[in-house]
């Protein structure tokens, strides 16, 4: 996989700008759930588990809100454009992010949660368009198991990091970081050359981003494809929402925090561990998965299925660990196998649909994932809240997760497996 980067200048630019902008995400996390905490959790409050919740869905939603726009603008715009416009407005979102510091701030912090989740949409959106431009087609696998694994490197990097700066340098100059990292990204994009971007045979209409008329179009592509069931299956892991939502919580039972003050800025460095954790778990998924069942799409179908019963047995283990290294393990394991079906199921179907699609289809796939998401989300703060108690709220998230990945065994067996030619990168 690093041959890519050593041979193809174009996919390397696009990596570095992933790289830099995906460490810096990852110390605003942190520093966004330490200032949540800060402002708005307390041992005594009922409802911080819907705070967390609340931020987790404002960062998920706004694909909702604006993936049909975002995939009809990164078919029929330059990409690279969007890419850098992107990285400049999401500079300017998180230095807003400095002049939070009360409680009676935090709806301005939320909306400028959503703000930047909302700009990044249009960002993946044109980057997912790109990167099959940017590799052969015998690459493309390579291509997205790298790119996961960057960033799930970024991740546990940029989350222990981050935890650690919380700690050491405080919130507001994680965000001045973050913000910084968006304006070298958009340097490294600078220069990148891309093909240009597909000739549509519809113009571009308001009304069909608002009536969903383009995403039906690149749903019915992929239905005419007869691979549509693989939209859904991140729908199916989407449990995994409701077990992210509550990391901060977990971490602070292990670290001693949650006492009758929610500290969860002193947590700082416990709180990355875990999402650490899940960073090595997304990196070495998709490299073991492609070492035992190979690349072929026959390979990738079982490699989404089986992720999820990873996924699920990963997230079993933790309920019963009994101390931090082992809780660390579990999620380790857990995400393994959420990002081999992430990156099974990816590959699989930009290796069947049309270049000119692409946007619209990441666009259909973000939206279902997201609302799935969300939900998830909120279900797992909503029951933290009611039951106090973190054991019985993942095994309910256990059960559904175990769910639909049999869910999933038996649906995506349907998928055609022969490989079909595509045009290659231009």
Not at 152 to 168: D, H, I, P
Not at 362 to 369: D, N, S, V
Not at 396 to 402: E, K
Request: glycine share 10%; charged share 15%.
């Amino acid at each position: 996989m690093l041959a890519l980067l050593r041979n193809n200048p174009r996919f390397a630019r696009l990596w570095s700008a992933q790289v830099v902008s995906a460490l810096g995400d990852w110390f605003n996390r942190i520093a966004v759930l330490a200032l949540i905490g800060q402002l708005g959790g307390t041992g005594e409050q009922v409802g911080v588990g819907l705070l967390f919740a609340l931020e987790y869905a404002l960062r998920m939603l706004p694909t909702a809100t604006f993936s049909p726009l975002a995939g009809a603008l990164a078919d029929r715009l330059s990409r690279k454009a969007i890419m850098i416009a992107a990285d400049l407005l999401r500079c300017l979102v998180v230095l807003c992010l400095l002049f939070v510091n009360e409680p009676g701030e935090l709806p301005l912090l939320y909306a400028l949660i959503f703000g930047q989740m909302s700009v990044s949409i249009f960002f993946d959106s044109a980057r997912s368009g790109a990167l099959p431009n940017t590799v052969r087609r015998e690459d493309l696998h390579a291509a997205y198991a790298l790119s996961a694994v960057t960033w799930s490197t970024m991740l546990a990097v940029g989350a222990f990091l981050g935890g650690a700066l919380v700690e050491r340098i405080g919130i507001q100059a994680v965000f001045a970081l973050d913000a910084l990292t968006y304006l070298v990204s958009a340097g490294f994009l600078i220069t990148l050359v891309l093909p240009p971007t597909p000739v549509q045979p519809q113009a571009f209409r308001l009304s069909d981003v608002l009536l969903l008329t383009d995403l039906r179009r690149g749903f019915a592509h992929v239905r005419q494809l007869g691979i549509w069931p693989i939209l859904f299956s991140k729908v199916l892991w989407s449990p995994c929402g409701g077990f992210l939502v509550l990391f901060p919580l977990l971490a602070a039972t292990y670290d001693g925090s949650a006492g009758e003050a929610l500290d969860l800025e002193a947590a700082g460095a416990t709180i990355g561990l875990f999402f650490g954790a899940r960073g090595v778990g997304t990196g070495l998924g998709p490299l073991v998965a492609r070492r035992l069942w190979g690349s072929n799409e026959r390979a990738l179908v079982r490699m989404t299925w089986g992720g999820m019963l990873v996924g699920a047995l990963g997230y079993l283990c933790l309920v019963f660990a009994p101390n931090l290294p082992l809780a660390l393990a579990a999620v380790t394991l857990a995400h393994m196998g959420g990002s081999a079906q992430w990156v099974g199921s990816t590959t699989y179907w930009q290796r069947r649909i049309d270049d000119a699609f692409r946007g619209r289809v990441f666009a259909t796939e973000f939206l279902l994932m997201t609302l799935s998401f969300s939900v998830f989300a909120f279900a797992g703060g909503l029951m933290y809240d009611l039951f106090g108690d973190l054991r019985p709220v993942y095994l309910v998230l256990v059960g559904a997760a175990l769910v639909g990945a049999l869910v999933g065994r038996s649906w995506f067996r349907q998928l055609p497996t022969g490989e079909r030619p595509s045009p290659q990168a231009g």
